[in-house]
């Protein structure tokens, strides 16, 4: 009888040790992985933000039998474990997939850089110029040219996109005539022959811009029109030789302006208004309109259907 009460006794307390052996074991366990969720919060949230606190909601311990031996414990050690698991899982692929994003767009700014700095460095800066010879002097008000040594441009030009662009502007030469004002205007003639329009357009400006009491502010304003219309572009040439005809009514190139101003606005399918602009260059510039001109305004009013 008395080797029976020590066994149930040393039973009983094996029992009882076992819940408490299970549960010492896991505790490291469980803050290891507590340890380690604090670490990929302080990851995810640089700084000391608020940390995001692990959704763990431990189920309600079963009511226990009297008599009834108890895992509870161990049980929520478990569930404690597992969730611990997978919230850490989660997080670690969350970071992962933000790192890979932050490489591709790092490598898609670096491949765009070096592609920019590739076309920059393949056009060459806006190239010394002087002329390419003549045009129509009379039309443009243009000096024959002249062959100049010089190698710099007489104003701001835009870069050209690519090496070739760069050849042709580079093989437009730079007059020297000793005023800088014409050599700024028949440089910008010069890239208009070559039909280097946005070049043109460019050294146009600058030459109303930087000399605007010049007589060839008239001609360069006038010129930069026609650069326009020749480019395709109508709406951007009807405002360029209308500035001309406003602002310098006294030039000598207001009364083509005003001409090529109805031509625009026929290529704008305006004829209404191109008849307004042929009866006003009739009026005001009567006495200075050439034969041809005057042939030109005839013409235009004709299909213009003017009355």
Not at 236 to 251: E, Q, T
Request: glycine share 8%.
């Amino acid at each position: 009888m008395r080797k029976v009460l020590i066994a149930t006794t040393i039973l009983a307390g094996v029992t009882a040790a076992t819940p408490a052996l299970a549960q010492s074991s896991l505790e490291p366990r469980v803050g290891k992985l507590e340890s380690e969720m604090r670490a990929v919060q302080r990851k995810v949230f640089p700084g000391g933000g608020t940390y995001v606190e692990p959704q763990i909601t431990p189920e309600q311990a079963p009511t226990v039998v009297p008599g009834t031996p108890s895992t509870s414990a161990v049980a929520d050690l478990t569930q404690r474990v597992s969730a611990l698991e997978s919230q850490i899982a989660s997080l670690t692929g969350q970071i992962e997939q933000t790192q890979y994003k932050q490489r591709q767009l790092e490598d898609g700014f670096n491949a765009y850089k070096r592609a920019t700095d590739a076309r920059l460095s393949a056009g060459a800066p806006p190239a010394p110029a002087g002329g390419m010879g003549g045009g129509d002097v009379e039309d443009d008000g243009a000096a024959p040219p002249t062959r100049p040594t010089a190698s710099r441009p007489a104003g701001p030009v835009s870069v050209p996109r690519d090496a070739a662009r760069a050849a042709q502007v580079t093989a437009v030469e730079k007059p020297q005539t000793g005023d800088a004002a014409e050599d700024a205007y028949l440089y910008g003639y010069r890239l208009w022959m070559a039909k280097l329009y946005p070049e043109a357009e460019a050294q146009l400006k600058s030459v109303v811009t930087d000399f605007p009491k010049s007589k060839r502010a008239s001609y360069a304003q006038n010129l930069l029109g026609r650069a326009y219309l020749d480019e395709g572009k109508p709406s951007l040439a009807s405002i360029a030789f209308y500035d001309n005809y406003k602002k310098m009514p006294d030039g000598e190139r207001a009364p083509e302006s005003l001409f090529y101003l109805a031509d625009a606005l026929m290529k704008l399918k305006k004829p209404a208004d191109a008849c307004k602009v042929y009866g006003e260059l009739s009026d005001v510039y009567a006495g200075k309109i050439s034969p041809s001109m005057q042939a030109g305004i005839a013409k235009g009013r004709s299909a213009a259907s003017c009355k």
